[in-house]
């Protein structure tokens, strides 16, 4: 996979319950913001953190993609990283 395409999907927030209530179309599962928000907490988890340093861990993360360039992905996505670390690092 594109390492810059994943860490732009990670970075999606997707759409809220309003903006799919306004739309005219339907609003598929994988366009909703619960779906991106289980998305980014799975792809968190999918990494091993345990008995890594934080720094190490950190790298490990920022290595599968490529972060997004907006501060409020860059956020949601380092946010993610922090609770699966949270979960398993020492």
Request: charged fraction near 25%; include cysteine.
């Amino acid at each position: 996979l594109d390492k810059m395409a994943v860490g732009s999907f990670l970075g999606e927030a997707g759409k809220s319950p309003r903006d799919a209530e306004l739309s005219k179309g339907p609003v598929f599962v994988a366009d909703t913001e619960q779906f991106h928000k289980d998305m980014l907490a799975e792809f968190g988890r999918s990494f091993d953190f345990g008995g890594q340093p934080l720094v190490v861990a950190l790298r490990m993360f920022l290595s599968a993609f490529r972060l997004p360039g907006e501060s409020q992905q860059i956020d949601r996505v380092v946010q993610a990283f922090a609770d699966a670390c949270f979960e398993s690092c020492d």
